[in-house]
Each structure stands twice: as C-alpha cells, then as structure tokens.
C-alpha cells in the first residue's frame, strides 16, 4: 500500500516536497515513481527511482526542478519540487513497480507499475 502525502498551495517559484509511505518488507526491491494527472489530461510520467536509489530518471519538463530520491530504512520516497510553475499544478500519484526488465524508459510508462497510491493535489498559482 502507497500512501502520497505533502501536497498544497504553493505560489511559482515556490518548493514542496512530496513524500510516498510505503507499507511492506520489500520497498527496497522495487522502482519507485511519480506520475501527475491535470485536469482533462491523461496521467504523465515525473520521475522514477531506482530500488537501491542509485539511477533516476525526469520528466524533460522538471528535469533541473525536481528531485526523486527515496530512505529505504523508512520505507518512503520523496519528490522535491523547486522552481515551480502553474503549468505543474495536478494531482501527483506514487506507484511501484516490481522490476521485471530494464531499459531507461521502460519505468516512464504506467503500464509497468503494479501499486499506486491515492494521489495528492499540487496547486500553483501566478
């Protein structure tokens, strides 16, 4: 079970830092991703970690602004957001993904993901 937490009102150019809690003895073994669903769009890829923490992977449009990263002790991953724009308002979801292949790009689609959490709203205004 994936818990997302953190969400708000933020104006541009502000910070939030979202955090995923993950439930499970076997977080470490898992990539780790954020994805963002605006209103009337479909959900888009963030960012993924991987289980050892040790690669990432962003999104072009918050590469340079966000940072993924996960403490497997506590089982959560994190995402901070900087330098944000109203254009990342949406609500942002944490999913898992129990990796079976590997290729960079493969973990940028939903498809590959076999938990997700609930989501939570990301606001920011102009």
């Known amino acids: 079970q994936l818990q997302a937490s953190g969400g708000g009102l933020v104006q541009a150019g502000g910070s939030l830092r979202l955090s995923c809690a993950a439930s499970?003895?076997?977080?470490?073994?898992?990539?780790m991703g954020w994805f963002r669903q605006a209103p009337g769009k479909e959900r888009e890829f963030v960012a993924y970690?991987?289980?050892?923490?040790?690669?990432?992977y962003y999104a072009d449009s918050v590469k340079g602004r966000f940072t993924i990263s996960r403490d497997n002790d506590k089982n959560t991953a994190y995402l901070q957001m900087n330098s944000l724009k109203p254009e990342d308002t949406a609500v942002y979801y944490c999913a898992a993904a129990n990796p079976k292949v590997w290729t960079s790009t493969v973990y940028a689609q939903r498809a590959w993901y076999d938990y997700w959490g609930q989501g939570t709203l990301v606001t920011v205004s102009s």
């Open positions: 970690i991987t289980p050892s923490g040790g690669n990432t």
């Open positions: 499970g003895r076997t977080f470490s073994s898992y990539v």
